[in-house]
């Protein structure tokens, strides 16, 4: 069932159930929902590189939403057992590999505006701080949340183009720093997939009301920035 020896949920493809591992043992957390229709260019599978680190493949796939829109997170795996992020919102990527986490302020005392010395990455400001739902998941992800769990954390903007996210989990207290930069998919080695379905996916269009014949907007779930 898990392909990557440090990934802690599992999605299986077969009947849709969210499965963690707790050491020995395994925990069902039951089926999740179905994703919600993004117009990706990524799927489960793909094979890239990035940098001359290992050969990396898209392992898992997690939705967030943080009220006003959902993006895509994508779980790299590369060939040596590490893994990154590569985060996907309109028609933007970045890429989030882990660094060293220093002394950091808790989630209920960080503010944007706010310095914070990250360590070798160097200072970094914060230009967000949200919680985000967990709406789904496929594939494999290095963590063992349940889905529907509203996740902690805080994104900075840094020197020399440097983006860097404190994860919080579920509490107040960072559990994970991830530094990276905006990247394109040539970066990573990565073709953009074409089909119908993507072509068609989230596209925000206007609708008349059936009984008034007002006009109804319908809101694109990706459109949103999670990285200032």
């Not at 949920?9 to 089926?31: M, Q, T």
């Not at 599978?45 to 680190?53: R, T, V």
Request: glycine share 14%.
């Amino acid at each position: 069932m898990f392909a990557l020896g440090s990934s802690l949920l599992c999605v299986c493809e077969h009947c849709g159930s969210a499965v963690a591992r707790k050491g020995a043992n395994l925990a069902d957390y039951g089926k999740v929902a179905a994703l919600i229709p993004t117009p990706s260019v990524l799927a489960l599978g793909m094979d890239g590189d990035y940098e001359g680190a290992p050969p990396f493949r898209l392992m898992g796939r997690l939705q967030l939403d943080w009220g006003q829109g959902t993006w895509d997170e994508w779980m790299m795996g590369f060939g040596d057992g590490t893994w990154a992020w590569l985060s996907e919102s309109q028609g933007r990527f970045h890429y989030m590999g882990q660094a060293a986490l220093p002394p950091a302020p808790r989630f209920d005392q960080i503010e944007v505006g706010q310095t914070v010395d990250l360590g070798p990455p160097g200072t970094f400001v914060v230009a967000e701080v949200r919680s985000a739902r967990f709406v789904t998941a496929q594939g494999e992800l290095p963590f063992d949340v349940a889905p529907g769990s509203a996740l902690n954390y805080a994104d900075l903007s840094g020197p020399g183009g440097q983006m860097a996210t404190l994860d919080y989990g579920t509490g107040d207290g960072a559990e994970a720093l991830y530094v990276g930069r905006e990247v394109s998919l040539a970066d990573l080695g990565l073709r953009p997939r074409e089909d119908e379905d993507r072509r068609v996916a989230a596209t925000g269009e206007s609708l008349k009301c059936t009984q008034c014949g007002g006009p109804v907007e319908i809101r694109a779930p990706d459109r949103t920035e999670r990285v200032a």
